[in-house]
């Protein structure tokens, strides 16, 4: 199972994958993610047994893709979002401060 970065075509495993998540919009319900490899930076949304991409839009956003992680699970809390696979957890904060290291 490995989840592609739509900019440079890489592919990761889950866990690769989901540390390279770093904000979570409660509003919007979507995380960002910055690409290890080519830098990209990307929003989805965490679903159910998938990730679904697509574009902010009038404050919302708008699912246009989706890729299926079979087992996926997320749980809302109050500052952050927890993304579970099989045993592993993977916690993602609520976004308050810029992207350390942008350009
Ligand atoms: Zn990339």
């Known amino acids: 199972m490995?989840?592609?970065c739509?900019?440079?075509e890489s592919r990761f495993?889950?866990?690769e994958y989901?540390?390279?998540c770093h904000d979570y919009h409660r509003g919007k319900d979507v995380v960002a993610w910055t690409c290890p490899r080519c830098g990209n930076r990307d929003e989805l949304r965490v679903f159910t047994g998938e990730l679904g991409f697509g574009y902010a839009r009038h404050g919302g956003f708008d699912v246009s893709d989706?890729?299926?992680v079979p087992g996926l699970r997320r749980r809302r809390e109050d500052l952050r979002l927890d993304i579970s696979l099989d045993e592993a957890v993977w916690r993602v904060p609520t976004g308050t401060?810029?992207?350390v290291g942008a350009h």
């Open 2 to 4: 490995l989840i592609p």
């Open 6 to 8: 739509f900019a440079c």
């Open 13 to 15: 495993r889950p866990d």
């Open 18 to 20: 989901f540390r390279a």
């Open 66 to 68: 989706r890729v299926r």
């Open 97 to 99: 401060r810029r992207l």
